[in-house]
């Protein structure tokens, strides 16, 4: 399951951390929902539990949590996050994108085996 591992940027790592330190809760949550002119946006959210249907990793002391179903979409994907002048976002470096947006709000990847 190497190659599915999902992992944090050691700046993605704190900033989640800050978050559950504040607000509580079991995780980081990622996920996928159907949108966009690609086919996929990415969902990040606060885990306040563990899902019976969920995959979970932990990386540098922070739980992740995936449902089983998106997991083919985001086996091995690196989260980062970054800062640019006031700008903060969380950066995905997804491995199984074919493509993208030119908003970048969505993504597609190769499907069927």
Wanted: negative net charge.
């Amino acid at each position: 399951m190497s190659n599915d591992k999902i992992s944090l940027s050691d700046s993605a790592a704190r900033r989640v951390a800050s978050y559950l330190e504040r607000e509580g809760g079991a995780g980081l949550r990622l996920g996928v929902r159907r949108t966009g002119c690609s086919g996929w946006a990415y969902v990040v959210d606060l885990a306040s539990e563990v899902r019976d249907s969920d995959e979970v990793f932990e990386d540098q002391g922070v739980r992740i949590m995936i449902d089983r179903e998106a997991l083919p979409l985001l086996a091995g994907t690196c989260v980062d996050y970054v800062q640019q002048g006031l700008n903060h976002t969380f950066e995905f470096h997804n491995p199984n994108v074919t493509d993208e947006c030119g908003c970048g709000e969505s993504f597609a990847v190769q499907t069927g085996a």
